[in-house]
């Protein structure tokens, strides 16, 4: 069947606006699409083959950022916390994998949000839910909650403010080993983990002071890192706006971002989504959860990748603790036996959100470690390889899940709450993981 950028349009679309005024619709998605991309052709071919490496075990991929990203935090404190933060997992991982680390954030893009139900009520109100920036606006009133198609262009906006200053920072110097400003760790002075860390900080600048005065490497080749963006990729007519043909490649490309993933909720093999994924070159994405069955996922991969390119597909599972052995193992043996081989990457966050007493929103430590953990172990014991993870994070000290070195309760989770939607893993919490996850891969 042919397939067009809108091609999607034919078919089923789960989780989208519903915009009252097609023609504002259009013509935003039109403005859009005449607007310079955020990313190249070049850099979402250099991502698929890095992230083809990672599937055959040779690199780590580290993807993570926030739940829903949020216009008011398109500042530079955050932004630049989210970069540390990312940089500082990737050192860690660096050391425990040996291997290169490939970083994507969640970022410059993750404005839109699936949600459990189409509606929000509060005492007798019932208004639509709240979709993410990109679609509405979070206050409870009818007229915040209308999605507005020129949110999309403020999301757009956003997006490359956000990765433009994220560029600069690391052109600018910003993840240079050398700059021990950059590496310090901003917390808990003195603790095992900061001693730990500035362990591996240390040892690391010394083995690259160390090569580049054996074989004379300029430190500007050790000095610059890549970063990659991702986002779920829902709010289709968002997609399509950016998606294009550029000069002497052949294929589209959505150059919204370098990695877009799809949603289980959005995954229907006849749905709008799939059709709409199965035509663009970017490597992808597709979140795999318990309720994903052998005959789905194999139905997937061959509507998204017939051809079997290396680095093409990346499957990320988020089971739950406890959930791993008896979900994942029968994914892995199905894709197994069709003969592909894909990139295998664990979010530990979504199979593990519970809800306090007081009704918080809330994910403990000690599961995303677990959940962890049990996946390294059983894709070993498969043959298989987990080749990264994939973590809700924020660079800032907020008080969102449970746990970590510094023991936080659910009584702390009334200090330093700020996430609209998921609980993210606090710079710490983060740091802490990927402290963890290497140790765990150094010890096996
Ligand atoms: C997410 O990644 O924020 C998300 C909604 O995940 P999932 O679709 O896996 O629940
Ligand atoms: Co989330």
Same mark, same amino acid.
């Given at each position: 069947?042919?397939?067009?950028?809108?091609?999607?349009?034919?078919?089923?679309?789960?989780?989208?606006?519903?915009?009252?005024?097609?023609?504002?619709?259009?013509?935003?998605?039109?403005?859009?699409?005449?607007?310079?991309?955020?990313?190249?052709?070049?850099?979402?071919?250099?991502?698929?083959?890095?992230?083809?490496?990672?599937?055959?075990?040779?690199?780590?991929?580290?993807?993570?950022?926030?739940?829903?990203?949020?216009?008011?935090?398109?500042?530079?404190?955050?932004?630049?916390?989210?970069?540390?933060?990312?940089?500082?997992?990737?050192?860690?991982? @660096?050391? #425990?994998? +040996?291997?290169?680390?490939?970083? &994507?954030?969640? *970022? %410059? =893009?993750?404005?839109?949000?699936?949600?459990?139900?189409?509606?929000?009520?509060?005492?007798?109100?019932?208004?639509?839910?709240?979709?993410?920036?990109?679609?509405?606006?979070?206050?409870?009133?009818?007229?915040?909650?209308?999605?507005?198609?020129?949110?999309?262009?403020?999301?757009?906006?956003?997006?490359?403010?956000?990765?433009?200053?994220?560029?600069?920072?690391?052109?600018?110097?910003?993840?240079?080993?050398?700059?021990?400003?950059?590496?310090?760790?901003?917390?808990?002075?003195?603790?095992?983990?900061?001693?730990?860390?500035?362990?591996? @900080?240390? #040892?690391? +600048?010394?083995?690259?002071?160390? &090569?580049?005065? *054996? %074989? =004379?490497?300029?430190?500007?080749?050790?000095?610059?890192?890549?970063?990659?963006?991702?986002?779920?990729?829902?709010?289709?007519?968002?997609?399509?706006?950016?998606?294009?043909?550029?000069?002497?490649?052949?294929?589209?490309?959505?150059?919204?971002?370098?990695?877009?993933?799809?949603?289980?909720?959005?995954?229907?093999?006849?749905?709008?989504?799939?059709?709409?994924?199965?035509?663009?070159?970017?490597?992808?994405?597709?979140?795999?959860?318990?309720?994903?069955?052998?005959?789905?996922?194999?139905?997937?991969?061959?509507?998204?990748?017939?051809?079997?390119?290396?680095?093409?597909?990346?499957?990320?599972?988020?089971?739950?603790?406890?959930?791993?052995?008896?979900?994942?193992?029968?994914?892995?043996?199905?894709?197994?036996?069709?003969?592909?081989?894909?990139?295998?990457?664990?979010?530990?966050?979504?199979?593990?959100?519970?809800?306090?007493?007081?009704?918080?929103?809330?994910?403990?430590?000690?599961?995303?470690?677990?959940?962890?953990?049990?996946?390294?172990?059983?894709?070993?014991?498969?043959?298989?390889?987990?080749?990264?993870?994939?973590?809700?994070?924020?660079?800032?000290?907020?008080?969102?899940?449970?746990?970590?070195?510094?023991?936080?309760?659910?009584?702390?989770?009334?200090?330093?709450?700020?996430?609209?939607?998921?609980?993210?893993?606090?710079?710490?919490?983060?740091?802490?993981?990927?402290?963890?996850?290497?140790?765990?891969?150094?010890?096996?």
């Amino acid at each position: 069947m042919s397939w067009s950028p809108t091609s999607w349009q034919q078919r089923p679309a789960k989780q989208q606006a519903g915009y009252g005024d097609p023609a504002a619709l259009a013509s935003v998605v039109d403005e859009i699409g005449l607007l310079p991309p955020l990313v190249t052709s070049w850099e979402v071919e250099k991502l698929r083959n890095q992230l083809a490496k990672a599937a055959r075990g040779e690199a780590f991929l580290l993807q993570g950022g926030d739940c829903a990203e949020s216009f008011e935090d398109c500042r530079a404190e955050p932004i630049a916390a989210k970069l540390k933060i990312l940089l500082q997992m990737s050192l860690v991982l @660096v050391h #425990g994998t +040996r291997k290169q680390v490939i970083r &994507v954030g969640r *970022i %410059a =893009g993750q404005y839109a949000k699936p949600r459990s139900t189409d509606t929000e009520t509060r005492g007798d109100t019932t208004l639509a839910a709240y979709r993410g920036d990109l679609i509405n606006r979070g206050a409870f009133t009818a007229a915040d909650r209308e999605p507005d198609p020129t949110l999309m262009l403020r999301a757009y906006e956003r997006a490359a403010l956000t990765l433009n200053f994220i560029r600069a920072l690391v052109d600018g110097g910003f993840a240079d080993l050398h700059h021990p400003e950059y590496w310090d760790v901003s917390f808990a002075k003195g603790t095992p983990n900061a001693a730990q860390y500035q362990r591996i @900080v240390d #040892g690391i +600048r010394e083995s690259l002071d160390f &090569v580049s005065a *054996i %074989a =004379g490497v300029e430190s500007e080749v050790l000095r610059r890192v890549e970063i990659y963006t991702s986002h779920e990729a829902l709010a289709l007519p968002y997609e399509q706006a950016q998606t294009r043909q550029v000069p002497r490649r052949a294929g589209w490309y959505n150059l919204s971002t370098h990695f877009p993933w799809i949603g289980m909720r959005t995954a229907q093999l006849d749905g709008a989504h799939v059709e709409f994924h199965r035509g663009i070159e970017n490597p992808l994405g597709i979140k795999i959860g318990p309720a994903m069955t052998t005959e789905w996922l194999t139905g997937l991969l061959d509507a998204l990748d017939p051809q079997r390119i290396p680095g093409k597909i990346t499957l990320i599972h988020r089971m739950g603790a406890g959930n791993v052995a008896s979900k994942l193992a029968p994914l892995v043996e199905a894709v197994r036996s069709t003969g592909r081989r894909v990139l295998w990457v664990c979010d530990p966050m979504h199979g593990n959100t519970e809800t306090t007493p007081t009704g918080i929103k809330t994910r403990r430590f000690d599961n995303i470690m677990t959940e962890l953990e049990q996946s390294f172990e059983l894709h070993a014991e498969l043959g298989s390889y987990l080749g990264g993870v994939h973590i809700e994070l924020t660079g800032e000290d907020v008080t969102e899940c449970i746990g970590g070195a510094r023991g936080l309760t659910e009584i702390d989770l009334e200090r330093a709450y700020k996430s609209r939607v998921d609980p993210r893993l606090n710079y710490e919490q983060a740091l802490e993981i990927a402290m963890r996850i290497s140790k765990h891969l150094r010890g096996s």
